[in-house]
């Protein structure tokens, strides 16, 4: 067998792989989707009071939905800048790895992949926090008050 072919026979092999860990990160992206909505979801319970004392002093419904869903945008945005730096880390020591087990060139990092997570992350953080805003934003000052 020549180097050429093996090299071939193990990027085979790591297409599996590449395949395995772009399934478990979109895993991972709908299981922190549906944390942050029921996060969200009990932040809203707990605070039914704040939005009664909101609607009180005038605060109208796109109010509430801006507030709920900014807090989620802002959760989801905190969420990236701290896991950025331990991706990229962990992505050039899985290329190294890689890299070194097709014996072809070292894997990189794609430069497209970065901003279409964070747009993904964003997106999916306002998507998720909808439900929470608008349970929060259909309260009257009276339900929300008596709420125990």
Request: with cysteine; net charge positive; aromatic share 6%.
């Amino acid at each position: 067998m020549s180097q050429a072919q093996l090299g071939r026979a193990l990027a085979g092999h790591l297409y599996i792989l590449i395949f395995v860990l772009i399934v478990m990160s979109i895993l991972m992206a709908v299981v922190g989707i549906l944390g942050l909505a029921s996060t969200l979801a009990t932040g809203v319970l707990e605070r039914t009071r704040e939005f009664a004392v909101l609607r009180a002093i005038g605060a109208g419904t796109p109010a509430i939905l801006r507030t709920v869903i900014g807090e989620g945008i802002f959760i989801a945005a905190s969420s990236v800048a701290a896991a950025v730096p331990i991706c990229v880390l962990l992505t050039i020591g899985v290329a190294r790895i890689a890299g070194t087990a097709t014996l072809g060139p070292a894997l990189g990092m794609s430069a497209a992949a970065l901003p279409l997570w964070l747009s993904i992350v964003l997106v999916g953080a306002a998507a998720a926090s909808a439900y929470p805003a608008w349970t929060a934003s259909k309260l009257t000052i009276r339900q929300a008050l008596a709420y125990q």
